[in-house]
């Protein structure tokens, strides 16, 4: 079925839109809706959550002197309208291929993208930031944070709430609260919220109250006596204005009507102000609706269809593996507990949820809790397993080294997501774990090459009485059979997995794999490495003692990765010998297909050889 889109054409702008007649808004909102769907179809992407906010993005940018009014959304996924209507809407058939428009707002993209919020839970604190500085600056600006509900979950938004309830600047917070954040939301948080029900009701009631007892006075000041204690149990309102926000809502965030008039009003106010919207996510598509979980993060799809089910992937993914061990080893140790922020889906742990309720804990989007409460089970003696994308444990460091570590407590870190993304891009690359984990004391890291391997290596970090992080990237593997089978492999100990003359490759992870490929063109020795610390310095001190030359392939940076450890074991050693460290560049990588971004980086099987036979070509003996 052909769209067309009357309206949405014109729209080249905010400015185009805030020319519209607000009659025209809503009619505008339907084809935006139906524009973004078609859009999302054909590239991928993340779609309930931007069919949610079609209305206040709409209304925000019609009320709002954009880009000088500044708008910082969190999470920045639900950016997609926003994208459309500040001049990109041409552009989104590149949405998240390389070279194309970014998944998130991105700052060196538009204008009109004002902060970067790919992970969640900052806009408040960097909004705050923005209306102090227009306020120093003597600047009459208006900034808003819109943030979800699940993004609140997160300490930060507190402490930015705690800090803004008292600063000397307008600021307006909107909480898009659409009962979803990416798994369903959980936490005493979100159950206040969910009596936005019952605050419509309370709002209805509260009108009509005014009406029957304006005309008697006592009664009327009994009445909103009553409602001064009354409303705390009803609506959040009293949360927020404990902070120092002048609280309104709960409104419909998808009458965009009411949406405009709001704020209109609110933009004549000063101070800190605290607007909660209700939205849906996956509104205006009944598929998404229904399974807004689903179409959180969609491949190309058939809108008159939907998501085809899929049918079984020829290679099981790493994400499987752990699913799988994690219910395996929770069947046969009920020490076990597992931990997820808010990633139960994108971690594998629905099974685990099913099998073992009592032992599961999605502590929603709180990453820095999600490790200390591990902590804290661990010092009851049960064996905590913390699955974690790669890019979110970077902000629960503090946590890791002084909750864990520092008091050696047995807690498995399931680092899912390491490596290069693809579509995601630079934010939630896992590019850093080897280099910030590797450097704090009685901290261990694995790193299995393959699928059956990353099951072995998980049975071998909950089999220790120390902290032990397990990383593994996304999607699939070599395609090896996984083993049923709860072994382990022996702890901080690699293997050579060809003998070859005078270079040696030294593989941490899934490049052992074109390490090998390479391999066969060079004539090279091939060691899967394992283990980024403890570094097994033996079998190193022996392979360099074999070769002329070694090369260190990982996919992580190489400043302070593997690399780095096996170039100061050599030092520490005395042993001199040339290294070619092969890795992810000091420069972020943008977003794209995963397989082009390795072939880029030259971190496939002729990307390796070429950079071996560029730096090693003269001493090589051709095979």
Same mark, same amino acid.
């Given at each position: 079925? $052909?769209?067309?889109?009357?309206?949405?054409?014109?729209?080249?702008?905010?400015?185009?839109?805030?020319?519209?007649?607000?009659?025209?808004? &809503?009619?505008?909102?339907?084809?935006?809706?139906? #524009?973004?769907?078609? *859009?999302?179809?054909?590239?991928?992407?993340?779609?309930?959550?931007?069919?949610?906010?079609?209305?206040?993005?709409?209304?925000?940018?019609?009320?709002?002197?954009?880009? #000088?009014?500044?708008?910082?959304?969190?999470?920045?996924?639900?950016?997609?309208?926003?994208?459309?209507?500040?001049?990109?809407?041409?552009?989104?058939? *590149?949405?998240?291929?390389?070279?194309?428009?970014?998944?998130?707002?991105?700052?060196?993209?538009?204008?009109?993208?004002?902060?970067?919020?790919?992970?969640?839970?900052?806009?408040?604190?960097?909004?705050?930031?923005?209306?102090?500085?227009?306020?120093?600056?003597?600047?009459?600006?208006?900034?808003? +944070?819109?943030?979800?509900?699940?993004?609140?979950?997160?300490?930060?938004?507190?402490?930015?709430?705690?800090?803004?309830?008292?600063?000397?600047?307008?600021?307006?917070?909107?909480?898009?609260?659409?009962?979803?954040?990416?798994?369903?939301?959980? @936490?005493?948080?979100?159950?206040?919220?969910?009596?936005?029900?019952?605050?419509?009701?309370?709002?209805?009631?509260?009108?009509?109250?005014?009406?029957?007892?304006?005309?008697?006075?006592?009664?009327?000041?009994?009445?909103?006596?009553?409602?001064?204690?009354?409303?705390?149990?009803?609506?959040?309102?009293?949360?927020?204005?404990?902070?120092?926000?002048?609280?309104?809502?709960?409104?419909?965030?998808?009458?965009?009507?009411?949406?405009?008039?709001?704020?209109?009003?609110?933009?004549?106010?000063?101070?800190?102000?605290?607007?909660?919207?209700?939205?849906?996510?996956?509104?205006?598509?009944?598929?998404?609706?229904?399974?807004?979980?689903?179409?959180?993060?969609?491949?190309?799809?058939?809108?008159?269809?939907?998501?085809?089910?899929? *049918?079984?992937?020829?290679?099981?993914?790493?994400?499987?593996?752990?699913?799988?061990?994690?219910?395996?080893?929770?069947?046969?140790?009920?020490?076990?507990?597992?931990?997820?922020?808010?990633?139960?889906?994108?971690?594998?742990?629905?099974?685990?949820?099913?099998?073992?309720?009592?032992?599961? %804990?999605?502590?929603?989007?709180?990453?820095?809790?999600? !490790?200390?409460?591990?902590?804290?089970?661990?010092? &009851? @003696?049960?064996?905590? !397993?913390?699955?974690? #994308?790669?890019?979110?444990?970077?902000?629960? #460091?503090?946590?890791?080294?002084?909750?864990?570590?520092?008091?050696?407590?047995?807690?498995? %870190?399931?680092?899912?997501?390491?490596?290069?993304?693809? *579509?995601?891009?630079?934010?939630?690359?896992?590019?850093?774990?080897?280099?910030?984990?590797?450097?704090?004391?009685?901290?261990?890291? +694995?790193?299995?090459?393959?699928?059956? &391997?990353?099951?072995?290596?998980?049975?071998?970090?909950?089999?220790?009485? $120390?902290?032990?992080?397990?990383?593994?990237?996304?999607?699939?593997?070599?395609?090896?059979?996984?083993?049923?089978?709860? &072994?382990?492999?022996?702890?901080?100990?690699?293997?050579?997995?060809?003998?070859?003359?005078?270079?040696?490759?030294?593989?941490?992870?899934?490049?052992?794999?074109?390490?090998?490929?390479?391999?066969?063109?060079?004539?090279?020795?091939?060691?899967?490495?394992?283990? +980024?610390?403890?570094?097994?310095?033996?079998?190193?001190?022996?392979?360099?003692?074999?070769?002329?030359?070694?090369?260190?392939?990982?996919?992580?940076?190489? =400043?302070?990765?593997?690399?780095?450890?096996?170039?100061?074991?050599?030092?520490?050693?005395?042993?001199?010998?040339?290294?070619?460290? =092969?890795?992810?560049?000091?420069?972020?990588?943008?977003?794209?297909?995963?397989?082009?971004?390795?072939?880029?980086?030259?971190?496939?099987?002729?990307?390796?050889?070429?950079?071996?036979?560029?730096?090693?070509?003269?001493?090589?003996?051709?095979?």
């Amino acid at each position: 079925m $052909t769209h067309t889109y009357p309206l949405l054409q014109t729209i080249n702008s905010p400015d185009d839109l805030r020319r519209l007649n607000r009659s025209q808004l &809503e009619p505008l909102s339907t084809e935006l809706r139906a #524009y973004l769907l078609d *859009s999302v179809a054909k590239t991928g992407g993340h779609l309930s959550s931007n069919l949610g906010t079609v209305e206040l993005t709409v209304a925000l940018h019609y009320v709002l002197n954009t880009p #000088y009014d500044r708008i910082v959304w969190d999470v920045g996924h639900q950016t997609y309208p926003h994208k459309i209507l500040t001049g990109r809407r041409d552009r989104m058939h *590149s949405l998240r291929q390389l070279g194309g428009l970014s998944g998130f707002p991105r700052r060196d993209e538009s204008d009109f993208d004002t902060f970067g919020t790919a992970h969640s839970s900052t806009s408040i604190s960097a909004a705050l930031g923005m209306a102090l500085a227009s306020r120093l600056k003597g600047e009459d600006r208006h900034v808003t +944070a819109v943030i979800g509900d699940g993004a609140m979950t997160a300490g930060m938004a507190f402490e930015a709430l705690n800090n803004a309830g008292v600063a000397d600047c307008n600021l307006l917070v909107i909480l898009n609260d659409n009962d979803m954040s990416i798994s369903p939301p959980v @936490g005493a948080l979100n159950r206040h919220l969910a009596k936005l029900l019952s605050g419509q009701f309370y709002a209805a009631a509260k009108n009509a109250s005014k009406t029957v007892l304006k005309g008697a006075p006592p009664l009327w000041e009994l009445a909103k006596r009553f409602e001064e204690s009354a409303k705390g149990m009803v609506k959040p309102i009293t949360l927020f204005e404990k902070f120092g926000f002048n609280y309104v809502g709960p409104i419909d965030g998808h009458d965009v009507d009411t949406l405009v008039s709001v704020l209109e009003n609110i933009k004549q106010l000063k101070g800190p102000q605290f607007l909660h919207v209700v939205t849906k996510k996956g509104q205006g598509y009944k598929m998404a609706e229904v399974d807004p979980v689903a179409y959180h993060g969609a491949g190309k799809f058939d809108p008159a269809v939907g998501l085809a089910k899929a *049918s079984a992937p020829a290679k099981i993914t790493f994400t499987e593996v752990f699913g799988n061990w994690l219910c395996d080893m929770g069947a046969a140790d009920n020490r076990l507990v597992a931990i997820t922020p808010a990633m139960r889906e994108g971690s594998g742990m629905v099974e685990f949820e099913k099998l073992f309720p009592q032992r599961f %804990f999605d502590v929603g989007i709180a990453e820095q809790h999600a !490790v200390t409460f591990a902590a804290g089970l661990a010092c &009851e @003696g049960l064996k905590p !397993v913390v699955a974690i #994308y790669s890019t979110f444990l970077q902000r629960a #460091y503090d946590q890791m080294i002084h909750d864990v570590a520092i008091q050696n407590l047995p807690v498995v %870190f399931a680092l899912d997501r390491a490596g290069l993304v693809g *579509s995601d891009g630079a934010t939630h690359a896992g590019a850093y774990d080897i280099a910030f984990i590797r450097c704090i004391p009685n901290m261990s890291l +694995a790193c299995p090459a393959d699928e059956n &391997e990353c099951r072995q290596l998980l049975s071998t970090a909950y089999a220790q009485e $120390t902290p032990v992080a397990v990383r593994y990237p996304r999607g699939a593997g070599a395609g090896v059979a996984v083993s049923c089978a709860l &072994e382990t492999l022996p702890f901080g100990k690699g293997e050579i997995r060809r003998t070859g003359k005078k270079v040696a490759i030294l593989a941490f992870g899934t490049l052992l794999y074109p390490a090998l490929q390479a391999a066969e063109k060079l004539d090279a020795t091939v060691v899967n490495m394992r283990w +980024a610390k403890p570094l097994d310095t033996e079998l190193l001190l022996q392979i360099a003692a074999d070769h002329e030359m070694l090369v260190s392939v990982e996919e992580g940076c190489t =400043l302070g990765g593997a690399g780095s450890a096996v170039l100061e074991a050599l030092a520490q050693a005395n042993l001199m010998r040339p290294v070619l460290q =092969l890795g992810l560049p000091d420069k972020f990588i943008e977003h794209g297909d995963p397989a082009k971004l390795m072939t880029m980086m030259g971190l496939d099987a002729a990307g390796i050889e070429a950079a071996i036979q560029a730096r090693f070509g003269g001493l090589m003996t051709p095979v």
